[in-house]
Every structure is written in C-alpha cells, then in structure tokens.
C-alpha cells in the first residue's frame, strides 16, 4: 500500500510543481497517471523514491515513512522501489546480465560488484526473470546492441531484481513503437499479477492507459483532477485534463473514439 | 530603415545576409582598426638589429655546415639517451593517469560537491598554469639533475591534461544511468563503477594512449633543462659544438615521434 498525503514540491522560488498531492495505490493494482507535459507526474513519481526531494508533505510504502529517510536508510528503503524510465537508462557499455545485476547493487557489498561476483541466487534469479519476459539469450550481449523493445525488458528485469514491493514506471513506453509498446504495457499488467505489485504508470498514450491499466488518475497543473476505473474517463473528462493544450498535441484523440467503439 | 532589401512580386525580401557577430558597426570597425594599429605598433618598436641577424645567417650556415653529414658514430649514447625518455615517459603517464583520475571526478561539477570541485579545479588550473619547461627548471632545482625531475614534470603536464578532459568527459556523461543506479539504492562507489566508469572508458584509454605520446615529445623539451633523457644528450651535444651528432639526435627524434604517433593514432581509432 502507498500511501501519499499533502504532497507539494516546489523548485526554487516558482510556483509549487505539486500542490498537496493525495494518492492511495492499494495491493496490486496498475494505476496510470495521465496528464499533459509540465503537470507534474514525472515529478510525483520521482518524489517517492526521493530521486527528486519533496518540499513537504508525507509518502509511506507498507508501513515506512519514506519521506522521513536519508542516507543508508533512504538507499534501503530504495531497494524496495522498482523504477522503469522513458529512456531505459540501462549502462550501454556494459552486458545485459550486468545490467539486470545491477538491481541489486542495493544488496551486494561493493566488492562483489565492483568484481562482478554475483551470488548465486541472484544469478539464478536473473536467468528466470530474464528467460520469463525472453531474453535470457542476450545474457552476454551488451546493452546497446538490443532493440528498443529488448531493452525495456532488460530495464524491466533490473527493476524486478530488486525484489521490489512496488513498480514506478515513468513513460515505459514513450521511445517505442506501437506494437512493441502494448507488448510492454502487456508484460507490465502481468507481472503486476504474477508478483502481486502495484504498478505505477506515467503515460501519454490514453488508449494503451485505457486498456491495460486498473485505473486512471489525470494530473493537471500539480493536482489530481480525475480518479475513477478507465471506463469512467469520457471526452469531458479528457478535456479537463488536458485543457489548455492544443487538441492536436493530443495524439491519442484519434485512438480513443474506435477503442470506445469496440468497448460497446 | 537604414536599409531595405529588394522586393519580389509577393513583397517578400530576395536578398539575406548573415547578421553580423558585432551588431554595432562603429564597435565592429573600431575593434578591427584597433588590433591593426597595435600590431604595426608593436612591429615598429620591436628591437631588431640588423647587423646581428645578417651575422646570425652566417653563423647558422656554419652550424648546418658542421651537421652535415650527421653523425652515428656514438649511437650508443643516443639509444641510451632514448631508452631514458621512453622510461620518463611511461612512469610520467602511468603516475600522471593515476593521479589525473581522483583530480578529474573532483572537478566535475555533476559528481563533486561545490567545495571538492573548487579544489580539483584549483588543482587542474594550477598544473596547466606553467609551460612543462618552467616545471622542469622547478623540478630540477627542487630534486637534482637527471630523469626523475623529469618524470616529475611531466606527472604534473599529465594531469593538467588528462585531469581536465576527462572532468569535461565525466560532466557530459548520460545522467539517467546515474538515476537508475542510485533509484535501485546502490551506494557512492558502486554507482560510479557501474553508471560512470563504463561511459568514460573508452575516452579514458584514448588519453592515456594519447598522454603517453605527448609525454614522449615533452620529455624531449624538458631534457635540455636538465631533466633526463634525450633532450639532455642533445642539450650537451649542443653545448660541445657536436653538430653532426645534434643532427643524428634530432633525427632520430622526429623519426620516433612520427612512429608513435602512428601507432597511438591506429590504436585510439580502434577503441573510439
């Protein structure tokens, strides 16, 4: 269960980016937080594992209060938190094995990283996981030779080495094509089942948001404006959220009318 | 309007032309004139004597005269010689690659916290501030005459080098490698070991290779000051008017450095 009251995070002396955010994600549901560029939702997502230090207000996971953290205790309390970028960020000159090893740099003592003597469990752990979302064969290969697709399951894989008790993915999707990002969403949505986890999602896709996730929160400004099942989110809804953009920066608008067509 | 371009049918310009660097033209002219008139200036009263110089072609006719042909004759100590600034020059770039590693995380402002960064900078611009000669003559009064003032000087011509590109590798390095690290909760070092070392690598080998190159050149210079090496057997050969034998050494010079300058050419295309 997370857990997030009054959250409000400023840069500087601008005005807050999050005004006094609320957000419960309980069990394992996928939630996707939608929202035009600029309303906050990287910064929300980053505000939990302290990638980016909230201004004031309190984010508890499982019983921690991760707010109140620092130092040895925020980077255990790191290890619990799963994290999926936009742009992989896996380390392009290294293996996709030490990639996937490096999810549990958190666990192992430096030496054994610094020399690559991974336990044997984690390695056992790494080829299952690796092998679950089909790239056990790449195991030797370095990372920048993948494919897009490839390597967001290698940032997938990494993230779930962590043994994570939650998911944090902001826009998984955003640098891959159409085909290959539904098999993401896909592959998120299941391990979500498999592992019991709650997963985060960040999306500008609101047809792919709509059809692979539990429920939708819409951000606007640095507030939550809108939080119900996918079902719930109409055309009105839609405008709300994304109000002051130019219709046709909305790229999904043309998606969302035939997917509501199939629905009914 | 000061000007206005020609029109076409549409009302639309037909002619452009770059905006200049200096927008204001009586700055832009008055700059020009001015660095013109400080050259003729600085020309005009440069002392030149004359008498001297036609002497001076005299004399360098007699030490061409005297060079030619060079002389092998004591290739012994010219190999010696060699071997001495190969050997300055390997400890010079091993010591100064060291030593350059810790100085350029400390001056990268991303990694560095603000005071470490004052003091790795400080430290770079220090080694950079003075000419290798200027350092050697230090060197060579602070620890004697001979090779290891020499593999001194040029420890700290390294760093002034290696310590800032590499700085200036590690402030552009990807930062969401450094984010997916430190958000898996991995500790300092580990995150450097494996977000930072791999993306400054292969930038790090070609300097080294590089640095070794250069430092074989410097060992040259620094020589004729009194730090080791061929340098120092060309300065006295030089000093007891063995022309021939100046000749041989400088030859002998050019030759190795084009050489190595091959190799490290070949060797850092094949890394980057």
């Known amino acids: 269960m997370l857990k997030i009251s009054q959250l409000v995070k400023r840069y500087g002396n601008g005005a807050p980016v999050l005004k006094g955010l609320d957000l419960e994600v309980p069990g394992d549901s996928v939630v996707a937080i939608i929202g035009a560029s600029g309303a906050g939702k990287s910064t929300l997502l980053r505000c939990i594992n302290r990638l980016v230090e909230p201004s004031s207000g309190t984010i508890e996971l499982n019983g921690l209060m991760l707010t109140d953290l620092k130092g040895a205790g925020l980077r255990a309390a790191r290890r619990r938190i799963g994290m999926i970028f936009q742009g992989f960020n896996l380390v392009d000159r290294l293996t996709v094995m030490e990639n996937v090893q490096s999810g549990r740099l958190g666990y192992l003592p430096t030496w054994r990283a610094v020399m690559r003597r991974y336990p044997k469990e984690d390695i056992r752990r790494a080829y299952e996981l690796m092998e679950r979302v089909g790239i056990a064969h790449y195991a030797n290969k370095r990372a920048d030779e993948l494919s897009g697709g490839e390597r967001q399951r290698v940032g997938v894989v990494r993230a779930l080495m962590q043994e994570p008790e939650i998911l944090l993915a902001d826009e998984p999707t955003a640098s891959l094509d159409p085909k290959t990002s539904e098999q993401i969403m896909e592959l998120l949505r299941a391990l979500s089942r498999e592992f019991s986890l709650p997963v985060l999602i960040n999306i500008h896709n609101v047809a792919e948001a709509k059809l692979y996730t539990d429920r939708i929160v819409g951000m606007r400004y640095g507030r939550i404006i809108f939080d119900a099942a996918p079902a719930a989110l109409d055309q009105a809804a839609m405008d709300e959220i994304y109000a002051g953009v130019p219709a046709e920066e909305r790229g999904e608008m043309g998606n969302v009318t035939p997917l509501r067509a199939k629905n009914a | ?272």
């Open chain 2, 1 to 272: 309007m000061s000007t206005t371009p020609a029109h076409t049918a549409k009302g639309l310009p037909d002619t452009w032309r770059r905006p200049p660097m200096i927008a204001n033209p009586l700055l832009r002219y008055g700059l020009l004139l001015a660095v013109a008139v400080y050259i003729g200036w600085a020309l005009w009263i440069l002392p030149i004597d004359w008498a001297r110089v036609s002497q001076g072609f005299a004399r360098a006719a007699r030490i061409f005269s005297g060079a030619f042909p060079p002389s092998f004759e004591r290739s012994g100590l010219l190999i010696s010689g060699f071997l001495e600034s190969l050997k300055i020059a390997i400890l010079a770039t091993v010591g100064g690659v060291l030593l350059s590693i810790p100085i350029a995380f400390m001056a990268a402002k991303n990694l560095a916290p603000r005071p470490v960064y004052l003091v790795g900078r400080a430290l770079i611009i220090i080694a950079r501030s003075f000419h290798p000669v200027i350092v050697a003559i230090i060197f060579v009064k602070a620890v004697g005459f001979g090779p290891f003032a020499g593999v001194l000087t040029l420890i700290v011509y390294s760093i002034g080098f290696v310590a800032k590109m590499l700085a200036e590798r590690i402030e552009e390095i990807d930062w969401g490698q450094v984010e997916a690290m430190r958000s898996v909760g991995a500790g300092y070092f580990p995150t450097l070991v494996y977000a930072v070392f791999p993306q400054i690598m292969p930038r790090q080998i070609g300097l080294s290779i590089y640095q070794l190159d250069s430092n074989l050149r410097a060992s040259a210079v620094v020589g004729i000051v009194g730090a080791g090496g061929i340098g120092s057997t060309l300065a006295n050969a030089f000093g007891r008017y063995d022309y021939d034998f100046a000749l041989a050494i400088t030859i002998v010079i050019v030759a190795v450095i084009l050489l190595s300058e091959a190799v490290s050419g070949q060797i850092r295309k094949r890394i980057w």
